[in-house]
């Protein structure tokens, strides 16, 4: 029986969810952007929402900043501290690959609160970060680099009394990159499971969301600190326009991208989540004179941060300049012709069908953003749908006719690809002995396939349809059960296939073995869950990012427009000094 709240949530009006045929494509899912429903910014709505309270406790921080900080976090459902080791780098020891051993800061996130002896012991080991030993109270570890000339400026113009100017903060847009943020019990910490259902923390990735906005905080902080220490008598803070416009740098690369492969039934959740938003706010059957106005805004401010977009790589320029054509023409269209963009009945699916029979990819999922944006009360109650407990299980009963009919009706795609070619399984992945990270070899030029990691289910498929195509209808009439007794190699795609229709947003429709495949595609996907903006991809390998640019400050939380920071734009130069 559906409980009230199922009833309720069915009860909401929505056109049909876009198929997973038609999003779980690697092109489109490369083309995401952050939402309403993206991970910082549910945080955020969640601390203003219980009134959590952050106070700094430590500060013992020499004028070059080299030091401790620890920072009390009290919600209603325990409390945390974020602690903070502020080292000296030698230039030489600089480095954001994952082979460093050192690092400008070190950061954990620890259950309750800290005492002396539990500094001493993290700054033993918190400093080694990987090498290190943690407990169980530790959620989540991370460090960070500092963008060392940009830090440098801002903190030399502040310290001879005068603002940094607003564009040089704008091109790089952070003070500090984190290079892992480790979480969910890796290393020894407390893991999801130990705060699952305790209403704290139980939402993906919400513990190393916190920490990514107090490094935030704590790069802020410490910029005042040091330039107040170059010069005490003419030092003023960076004022508030511009330390909101800063976040958080981060490189992330490959060790990202099998994490979608390997959870597809919490990939399921984030994408049916967003899908089901898109679809309530497309049938929303009239938009009254204060949905139009806000949606003109939002169209403006992306118009604006579109053009603060701008990134190295040819591909993805040419796709932000499409796509700024794209927007200009949809704001020129609507300031022409309202009635059109956004007829009387049905105006937002109508708006989202001209964009997809017109547009880029890249514009009709930033229109997806501008949708979910409009109608807080519509989407905000699918966060908590985003977080699941469920695992993969076998259908043992089921026939084998029945499951080669699942392959088909479910996995046509990966049917339809020429497995066997040196093309199709041109790549094939696996773990670094040296760090245990994902990588990706060329599977016909190097050594290292007979260590290939299970990422090509679609070539799985492929070879277990076969098998089956291949069986007589006497053969076909047999329990899966026993299929699987004899030939146990099979257990972990036909339970895959089994569990995922139930979860179709699940599998990526794409071959991930494949020549053509961009890795790049599925970083942004899950990067875009996170609230991440400005992609700025390196390679079809790795990609620089911000996070929180443009969030509230710790002391803007309660305001009641914190949560207005999507597209996020550099403000207008203020001048010099406050």
């Known amino acids: 029986?559906?409980?009230?709240?199922?009833?309720?949530?069915?009860?909401?009006?929505?056109?049909?969810?876009r198929p997973p045929e038609q999003v779980m494509r690697l092109e489109r899912m490369g083309s995401f952007f952050a939402t309403r429903i993206s991970f910082m910014r549910s945080l955020i709505r969640?601390?203003?929402?219980?009134?959590?309270?952050?106070?700094r406790q430590v500060w013992t921080l020499a004028d070059g900043g080299f030091g401790r900080a620890v920072y009390l976090v009290e919600t209603p459902h325990g409390d945390f501290s974020f602690v903070a080791f502020s080292h000296y780098l030698a230039p030489e020891e600089r480095t954001d690959r994952v082979i460093a051993e050192r690092w400008d800061a070190t950061f954990t996130l620890v259950e309750g609160r800290v005492d002396?002896?539990?500094?001493?012991?993290?700054?033993?080991?918190?400093?080694?970060?990987?090498?290190?030993?943690?407990?169980?109270?530790?959620?989540?570890?991370s460090r960070a680099n500092k963008s060392v000339r940009l830090f440098e400026y801002v903190s030399e113009e502040l310290a001879a009394g005068r603002q940094p100017d607003i564009a040089r903060l704008a091109a790089i847009g952070y003070l500090m990159r984190t290079t892992a943020v480790y979480g969910n019990g890796k290393f020894g910490m407390g893991d999801f499971a130990k705060l699952f259902g305790r209403n704290v923390f139980n939402s993906p990735y919400q513990a190393e969301m916190l920490i990514v906005y107090l490094i935030r905080n704590f790069s802020l902080e410490l910029l005042n600190h040091v330039a107040k220490a170059r010069d005490p008598e003419h030092a003023v803070a960076l004022s508030p326009e511009r330390q909101r416009m800063l976040?958080?740098?981060?490189?992330?690369?490959?060790?990202?991208?099998?994490?979608?492969?390997?959870?597809?039934?919490?990939?399921?959740?984030?994408?049916?989540?967003?899908?089901?938003?898109?679809?309530r706010v497309r049938a929303v059957a009239q938009a009254g004179d204060a949905e139009k106005a806000h949606f003109k805004s939002l169209l403006e401010r992306a118009i604006v941060h579109i053009g603060e977009w701008n990134v190295e790589d040819e591909r993805q320029q040419a796709r932000i300049e499409t796509l700024r054509a794209e927007l200009d023409e949809l704001k020129s269209a609507y300031e022409t012709s309202p009635g059109d963009v956004l007829p009387p009945g049905a105006p937002w699916d109508t708006l989202y069908r001209r964009m997809e029979e017109t547009c880029s990819l890249e514009a009709q999922e930033l229109c997806v953003s501008i949708l979910i944006e409009l109608y807080p009360d519509l989407v905000e109650p699918l966060e908590s749908e985003m977080a699941t407990n469920q695992i993969e299980k076998t259908e043992p009963g089921m026939s084998l006719a029945d499951l080669k009919s699942l392959l088909e009706r479910d996995y046509g795609w990966a049917l339809e690809i020429a497995f066997g070619t040196q093309e199709a399984e041109h790549h094939f992945w696996y773990y670094s002995e040296g760090k245990e990270e994902p990588r990706r070899g060329a599977r016909f030029e190097e050594?290292?396939?007979?260590?290939?990691?299970?990422?090509?289910?679609?070539?799985?498929?492929?070879?277990?349809?076969?098998?089956?195509?291949?069986?007589?209808?006497?053969?076909l009439g047999t329990t899966t059960a026993e299929f699987l007794l004899g030939q146990p190699q099979w257990r972990a795609v036909v339970r895959r296939v089994q569990t995922l229709q139930a979860y179709p947003y699940g599998e990526i429709r794409d071959n991930l073995l494949s020549k053509d495949c961009l890795p790049i595609d599925m970083l942004r996907s899950k990067l875009s869950f996170f609230g991440a903006t400005k992609f700025d991809p390196k390679s079809d390998l790795w990609t620089r990012i911000t996070m929180f640019q443009g969030a509230p400050l710790l002391d803007e939380i309660s305001r009641d427009d914190a949560d207005d920071w999507i597209f996020d734009v550099a403000p207008s130069d203020g001048g010099v000094a406050p």
Do not use: Y
């Open 116 to 141: 002396e002896a539990d500094l001493d012991r993290l700054e033993e080991h918190v400093p080694k970060q990987e090498a290190g030993q943690v407990s169980a109270r530790e959620l989540v570890l």
């Open 447 to 475: 050594p290292g396939a007979d260590c290939e990691m299970r990422l090509g289910f679609g070539r799985d498929v492929h070879a277990l349809h076969k098998v089956l195509s291949a069986m007589s209808g006497g053969e």
């Open 247 to 279: 976040g958080i740098g981060n490189a992330t690369g490959l060790g990202m991208a099998p994490f979608l492969v390997k959870h597809p039934i919490l990939i399921h959740r984030w994408m049916q989540a967003r899908e089901t938003a898109l679809a």
């Open 1 to 17: 029986m559906a409980t009230a709240s199922e009833r309720t949530e069915a009860a909401i009006p929505a056109v049909a969810l």
């Open 46 to 55: 969640r601390m203003q929402r219980e009134n959590w309270n952050v106070t």
